[in-house]
């Protein structure tokens, strides 16, 4: 037992969590959690300063129980004031009941979008890829038709990465849109994805795909939003942010069965101009990611993934670095400085094939006299970024035997 501070009162005990039926380790009976000699003195402290009383501890550690009522006869008070527990024989809680929540059936869209909201602040936590997951919410007409739950995609875009700006979010149409317009799936795609802002920190794909659970052993539809997001990350990993995540190199889907909808090429030939990235199966060759667009509907280089995701890696890391500038002179040193800070960065992108080429420029012609009175400094940075191939064109011509290539190459 635990002696307390108050010597006239033994109020210590021990907290064992067990699995008894094996849901969580798989063993029934297995001991999960131990808490020893805890206390039920709200002010007792263990001999390093932290805490000791039974609830704090276990409802700051736990993973599985949380700790709300005393048990009777047992009641927690300060030191001074606790009194003896007459409950001396273990007690033992069965959980049962209880409620799982909300399931996917069930949530509603501003439940889900009071949970993202927990990424609105760039300051608060650092996040390049979000996922939409299923899409959920809104009905309207578009192109003729009725499209339905596209709120929750157009809600990431406006209120997360449309605030945050730096981080791209990644999403798949609703799965009616093609399982109920057989002939007509890429018009409909089209159709869902025009409810939508034009944006290049959004990136959508085709539709849905059909995988295996191994945790539940069943087989299941699910959005292949999150497919693509790991396709990028993956990129990352291997390559770099600014390297296409699409194609046969690096854009291949795992654990696929099939695809919900597996365009053709005259289906692509549609969606790809409107910012719909198909996913295709091909025949020996695996589920590609075909396409590198993001939802920018303007032509320009921030329509391609590999483009937008290279400026958010160097508007991430040169914000940074230009932070140590905040408060300096704004004199021919330190504008000196940000660009001997600045253009090695630069190089070693460039080096690694992200860039063509660049310049900073950080002197007195963007730092003008005016600019320094008013306490603000001025990086101008210009940056030419490598171009992902899109389309090939591969020409074959016949030539008659005695012509030489010289005479020919240029001429068709």
């Not at 004031?81 to 273990?90: E, F, G, H, Q, R």
């Not at 002939?183 to 849905?208: F, I």
């Not at 939802?295 to 140590?324: C, G, H, K, W």
Request: aromatic share 10%; glycine share 8%.
């Amino acid at each position: 037992m635990f002696l307390n501070a108050n010597s006239n009162v033994i109020d210590g005990m021990h907290v064992v969590v067990v699995d008894t039926q094996g849901n969580f380790s798989g063993t029934p009976g297995s001991v999960l959690e131990t808490y020893v000699n805890v206390s039920r003195a709200t002010d007792s402290d263990q001999p390093g300063g932290q805490t000791n009383y039974y609830q704090t501890v276990i409802n700051q550690a736990s993973q599985y129980v949380w700790s709300v009522n005393d048990r009777s006869l047992a009641i927690s008070n300060t030191t001074a004031n606790i009194a003896n527990s007459t409950a001396l024989v273990p007690m033992t809680v069965q959980f049962q009941g209880g409620q799982d929540g909300w399931s996917e059936s069930s949530v509603d869209l501003g439940t889900i979008a009071f949970a993202y909201n927990l990424f609105q602040s760039k300051e608060d936590v650092i996040i390049d890829l979000l996922m939409q997951g299923k899409p959920i919410g809104g009905s309207t007409v578009s192109g003729g038709m009725t499209v339905q739950n596209f709120l929750l995609g157009q809600y990431l875009i406006e209120n997360i990465v449309g605030m945050r700006n730096d981080c791209v979010v990644f999403i798949t149409p609703d799965d009616a849109v093609v399982t109920q317009n057989i002939g007509n799936q890429a018009q409909a795609l089209v159709n869902w994805r025009n409810v939508m802002d034009s944006t290049s920190y959004g990136v959508m794909d085709s539709g849905y795909k059909y995988m295996y659970d191994t945790y539940n052993d069943v087989y299941r539809w699910v959005p292949s939003n999150g497919d693509v997001a790991g396709l990028c990350a993956r990129t990352d990993q291997l390559r770099a942010a600014w390297w296409s995540p699409a194609g046969f190199n690096r854009g291949e889907l795992n654990n696929v069965i099939q695809m919900r909808y597996n365009p053709p090429q005259a289906a692509r030939d549609l969606m790809y101009p409107n910012g719909i990235n198909p996913i295709v199966t091909f025949p020996g060759q695996g589920t590609i990611l075909y396409g590198d667009k993001t939802m920018q509907s303007q032509p320009s280089a921030f329509d391609r993934i590999n483009v937008r995701r290279l400026f958010l890696v160097l508007e991430r890391a040169i914000s940074t670095a230009s932070q140590y500038t905040l408060f300096e002179f704004n004199d021919a040193f330190t504008q000196l400085q940000f660009r001997n800070l600045i253009n090695p960065y630069l190089r070693g992108i460039q080096g690694q094939r992200g860039i063509t080429d660049f310049l900073v420029v950080c002197d007195g012609t963007n730092n003008t006299p005016e600019i320094v009175d008013s306490n603000q400094f001025i990086g101008d940075i210009y940056i030419k970024p490598a171009r992902s191939i899109n389309f090939i064109q591969l020409n074959f011509i016949a030539t008659a035997t005695g012509v030489a290539f010289s005479t020919v190459v240029g001429t068709y």
